[in-house]
């Protein structure tokens, strides 16, 4: 079973440009997430796609970063303009729709896309 | 809101001694707890979870980790540290009435000295 796939693995970036990362989730799974994880910090949740409709977004920053997810499987995070504190890396995760059965609330994750912000 | 306290940001162990890193969570419900491990410049990787069944879960490479809910804790534990154990450790928790999303800890850097 392929993982879930994310690119680019790296981006490096001035400020106030713009960056576009991609996600593919595993097959089948409904809902996907996108963390950002500064260096020495635990993943922070930005936002929660349920197929193509948005559960919880209330930790993105609207005024800079927006996320789709058209048709419900691969899912684009964008961010315009970049800031300094916008360096981290952004991991795409993915499970089963639902709490219940194998999924047990396992996420599953991607290698993550690094972005530096000079 | 359910939330993880990570403690000890850093942790230093020699090869063979036994690596233990401390979790509690807070919830007002039972939660799914989860131990992720972070390679350099990978994701994250399932290291074990507790779902509600048995308290003393094993996980791989010799990991484990016991639920204790009148402590509200999930210690990770591994007998005997190896070389290739070094790498960063996160405890997450899962609740359901809270719509299925991963809170982790600030996460734990286990280095391990030969």
């Known amino acids: 079973e392929a993982g879930v796939a994310q690119s680019p693995r790296y981006k490096i970036i001035e400020k106030r440009q713009s960056v576009a990362f991609w996600c593919n989730p595993i097959?089948?799974?409904?809902?996907l997430y996108w963390y950002q994880q500064i260096l020495g910090q635990g993943p922070k949740l930005l936002i929660q796609f349920q197929n193509n409709g948005v559960v919880d977004d209330s930790q993105l920053p609207k005024d800079r970063f927006s996320a789709e997810r058209l048709k419900g499987v691969d899912s684009t995070l964008k961010i315009q303009p970049a800031k300094l504190e916008d360096s981290a890396v952004y991991l795409c995760?993915?499970?089963?729709?639902?709490?219940?059965?194998?999924?047990?609330?396992?996420?599953?994750f991607g290698e993550g896309s690094r972005l530096t912000v000079l | 809101a359910q939330s993880v306290t990570q403690l000890g940001s850093h942790v230093s162990v020699s090869e063979g001694a036994l690596v233990l890193l401390r979790c509690n969570y807070s919830?007002?419900?039972?939660?799914?707890l989860f131990w992720y491990v972070q390679y350099p410049n990978q994701g994250l990787q399932l290291l074990l979870k507790y779902t509600s069944a048995a308290t003393l879960v094993k996980g791989i490479n010799g990991f484990e980790a016991e639920f204790k809910k009148s402590e509200t804790s999930f210690h990770l534990t591994k007998p005997s540290a190896h070389m290739s154990d070094a790498a960063e450790y996160f405890c997450?928790?899962?609740?359901?009435?809270?719509?299925?999303?991963?809170?982790f800890g600030g996460g734990t850097r286990v280095l391990v000295k030969p």
């Open positions: 097959s089948g799974h409904a809902t």
């Open positions: 995760a993915s499970t089963v729709q639902g709490f219940s059965g194998r999924g047990g609330g396992e996420l599953f």
């Open positions: 919830s007002s419900v039972p939660p799914y």
């Open positions: 997450a928790v899962n609740i359901k009435a809270a719509g299925n999303k991963l809170t």
